[in-house]
């Protein structure tokens, strides 16, 4: 088809090069590289990964590290929470399937912190298998392609866009596709103001030349001191990772170094509770003496 051999022709003269963008890759890289590709900017995972694969280079010596192990390695990409679910998705892997990644949606779900958007990548890129492969960039692509779309924010619903993505994925090529269409989103198919005269697929598009720029509203999140409360979570795991292996910090040396001033004594409320969550979610450690980065 023309639009198959328009992007895919595009896209190997474009495309943008990743160390997880390679033939035939091993489907622990392909489940790491996605795991830390949510929520986190490509240039920082493109520097974090090879870091992490050699820190820890088979599923088995994921499944083997500790809190903390997988925490400190975590540096830099956010949301911590997905380093511990990673590390908990190779634990079953390595005692329920042999250390060998299952080849199903319904067995890789199955894995800790591997939803339906990482399965399927898992098969495509890991395995070329033809599945239907859904970010927010491939979401975007599609719905302009379909049918004439209003905005930049407008989105066909899943249960519309697979069927489509179906009929045009070509058979042999799946992985490939995807990364072509997932360049196509972040470089030109973009969420504001689409660079559609330099798309190559602007003749067969629907949409081009034609959305209205709107911004969407973002909800607002639970804020302390004026900044987002998940960020504080992170300011404190990382004064912790910073610290030397069993270091213990007494509390009001944390909260300086998270924050540059004291702690008051009406946010000794929130303080307590946030510390608890995070040593509920497995991050920290309390102790007599303070706190302490997980083992």
Known sequence: MDRTRSLLGWYRKSARSFPWRIDKPDPYVVLVSETMLQQTQTSRVAEA???????????????????????RQWKGLGYNSRALRLRDAAKTVATEHDGILPRSLALLQSLPGVGP????????????????????????????????????ADVEADNTLIPFAESIIPARSASEWHHAVMDLGSTICTARSPACTRCPLAQM????????????????????????????????IEVLRQCSPGTELQHSVLFRRAAG?????????????????????GFIQLTPKGVRLAD
Request: charge should be positive; include cysteine; hydrophobic fraction near 40%.
């Open 49 to 71: 990964l090879p870091q992490f694969i050699e820190r820890f280079p088979t599923i088995q010596a994921l499944a083997e590290a500790s809190n903390g192990d997988v925490i």
């Open 117 to 152: 958007y990482t399965s399927a990548a898992i098969l495509c890129f890991a395995f070329n298998k033809n599945v239907v492969v859904l970010d927010v960039n491939v979401r975007r692509v599609y719905s302009r392609l379909m049918k004439r779309q209003t905005t930049t």
């Open 205 to 236: 598009c629907p949409s081009h030349a034609v959305l209205v720029d709107v911004v969407r509203t973002k909800k607002r999140e639970p804020e302390f001191r004026g900044d987002p409360r998940r960020l504080w979570r992170g300011r404190f």
């Open 261 to 281: 001033s004291p702690l008051h004594v009406d946010e000794q409320e929130w303080y307590t509770a946030t510390l608890t969550q995070l040593q509920i979610d």
